[in-house]
């Protein structure tokens, strides 16, 4: 997997916005790629490109996360059930709950940490 964070991602206090979120990530042939775009109070924004077949394997977050997939199919795995991931879908993961991401087809997903210890 690949992180990158753009020039500027760690924001100042007030109203942050992006344009065309979805093309901030390109999707890597066999790769899983992250960026993160947004570091506001309170939240770290990070995106996620999978092309097809990609796993991420049972891992945890230290705070609350919300998923949501931008374009394509996802599987996620968590809680003892398996929920598709597709766009207009909202997850919602409690801190620490191991879970498991694979992509069905070629996807980007945006991923939003609550954590009231970020700050800008």
């Given at each position: 997997m690949?992180e990158?964070?753009?020039?500027?991602a760690?924001?100042?206090p007030?109203?942050h916005?992006?344009?065309?979120v979805?093309?901030?990530?390109?999707?890597?042939p066999?790769?899983?790629?992250?960026w993160?775009v947004?570091?506001?109070?309170?939240?770290?924004v990070?995106l996620?490109?999978?092309?097809?077949?990609?796993?991420?394997?049972?891992?945890?977050?230290?705070?609350?996360?919300?998923?949501?997939?931008?374009?394509?199919?996802?599987?996620?795995?968590?809680?003892?059930?398996?929920?598709?991931?597709?766009p207009?879908r909202l997850?919602?993961?409690?801190?620490?709950?191991?879970?498991?991401?694979?992509?069905?087809?070629?996807?980007?997903?945006?991923?939003t940490?609550?954590?009231?210890?970020?700050q800008?």
């Amino acid at each position: 997997m690949t992180e990158d964070t753009p020039s500027g991602a760690a924001a100042k206090p007030g109203m942050h916005d992006l344009t065309d979120v979805a093309s901030l990530v390109e999707i890597q042939p066999d790769a899983t790629v992250s960026w993160t775009v947004l570091q506001a109070e309170g939240a770290r924004v990070v995106l996620f490109s999978f092309d097809a077949g990609q796993v991420l394997t049972e891992h945890t977050a230290a705070v609350p996360a919300l998923l949501q997939v931008l374009d394509g199919h996802l599987r996620i795995t968590a809680d003892g059930r398996t929920v598709d991931l597709v766009p207009g879908r909202l997850v919602h993961l409690a801190a620490r709950l191991p879970h498991a991401l694979e992509a069905v087809e070629p996807s980007r997903l945006q991923l939003t940490m609550l954590d009231p210890r970020v700050q800008g």
